[in-house]
C-alpha cells in the first residue's frame, strides 16, 4: 500500500496550492486521479479524498462569483487547509482511523461553510459519493463493493448508472472475424 500513500500524498501536496489559487478545476482533475488508485486498491486514503475534492471543487465553482462568499471562504480556506495538514501526516504515519477523522472535520466544514449553502453542500458531498461510484464501477469494480467503498447504497447507485448515458465509455463490441484479421495483419506486416 505504499505506492496509494505516495500517491495520496501527491494529490494533496498537488491540491493544497490549487485551494489557496481557488483553481476548482485543478481540484476536480486531482479528484479524478483519484479514481485509478480506488478501482486498484479499494483504499480508504483515496476514497476519502477523492469525495472531499470533487464536492470541495463543486462548492468552489458554485459560489466563487458569489461577493458575499469570499469573506467566508477565507475562514474556511484556513480551516481546510490545515485539516489537509493533518490528512498528509495521516496519510505519512498510514493511520487510516486519523484520517478518517481529518477528512470527516472537512466535511463538516463544508457543510457548515454557510446555513444558505448547508443544504447545497450536503447534497454536493452525496452526488459525489454517487459520482465517483459511478467512475468507480465503470472501472469494473463491482457494484455492491464500490457501493460499499463509498458508503452509498446499491440502489442509489444503480438508479445514478440507469439514468446516466456516458458517451465516454465504450462498449465492449467484439470485432468482426473479417476486422480481427485485418488487423492481424497490419500488426505483422503481412501482405494481401
Not at 443544504?119 to 459525489?128: C, D, F, H, P, T
Request: proline share 2%; glycine share 4%; hydrophobic share 35%.
Amino acid at each position: 500500500m505504499k505506492s496509494v500513500r505516495e500517491d495520496v500524498l501527491n494529490v494533496i501536496k498537488n491540491v493544497k496550492p490549487a485551494i489557496r489559487e481557488e483553481r476548482s478545476n485543478r481540484i476536480r482533475d486531482w479528484s479524478n486521479h483519484t479514481i485509478h488508485s480506488i478501482s486498484v486498491f479499494q483504499d480508504e486514503f483515496s476514497i476519502g479524498i477523492a469525495i472531499i475534492l470533487y464536492s470541495l471543487a463543486k462548492i468552489l465553482e458554485k459560489y466563487s462569483l458569489d461577493p458575499s462568499f469570499g469573506p467566508k471562504w477565507k475562514r474556511f480556506k484556513k480551516k481546510i487547509l490545515k485539516d489537509f495538514d493533518c490528512m498528509e501526516e495521516s496519510v505519512k504515519k498510514g493511520d487510516v482511523h486519523a484520517y478518517s477523522k481529518c477528512t470527516q472535520r472537512i466535511t463538516e466544514h463544508l457543510s457548515k461553510i454557510d446555513e444558505n449553502y448547508s443544504k447545497y453542500v450536503r447534497q454536493v458531498i452525496e452526488s459525489s459519493k454517487i459520482k465517483k461510484g459511478s467512475k468507480v464501477y465503470e472501472h469494473g469494480i463491482s457494484l455492491g463493493r464500490t457501493a460499499e467503498m463509498l458508503g452509498i447504497s446499491k440502489w442509489e447507485l444503480m438508479d445514478y448508472l440507469g439514468v446516466t448515458k456516458n458517451p465516454d465509455v465504450k462498449l465492449n463490441i467484439s470485432e468482426s472475424l473479417k476486422e480481427r484479421w485485418e488487423h492481424t495483419k497490419k500488426i505483422f506486416g503481412a501482405k494481401k
